[in-house]
């Protein structure tokens, strides 16, 4: 190869690398996007340490939050729905706040502010302090896309 077509092609492969743009990626975007990417339910609970927790032995509505689908929509308004009649049971408003550490949810028998552990498309993580056998702990609320 001669020294102009080395020159030439170093300089093309210049020009290519120094015109490309870092993409930067908004991380709350990419997790408002993934949370209305589906309708969720929940697949179970553990504690912080990944021990699987019945919920049949929460106080209060933590024990029916199961036995529901949830959207979120653009507009920030989250709906539940029966899981078996499809009924709607409520709404409410949902965002992401603290540099999208945490999903504010306010919904009948599901509010507060949920610790996001992970979310993605496909699976979605929160935890929050339930009532648990007459005692408040952390909990994982694990969530799947609906199919």
Known sequence: ????????????????????????????????DAIKSSEWIISGFTTSDNTPID????????????QL???FDNSGVVRSYDKVSKQ??????????????????NIQGFKG?????????????LRNNIKYKNTDIPVNMIFIPLK
């Open 55 to 66: 919920p049949t032995l929460f106080a209060g509505d933590a024990k029916f939050i199961d």
């Open 1 to 32: 190869m001669t020294c102009s077509k080395i020159l030439l092609v170093l300089l093309i492969s210049l020009s290519i690398f120094s015109c490309a743009k870092d993409e930067i990626v908004d991380p709350n975007l990419a997790k408002t």
């Open 113 to 125: 502010t949920f610790g996001v552990i992970e979310l993605s498309k496909t699976k979605m993580i």
């Open 69 to 71: 689908t949830y959207v």
């Open 88 to 105: 709607a049971q409520a709404y409410g408003t949902w965002g992401l706040v603290e540099n999208s550490t945490k999903l504010e949810i």
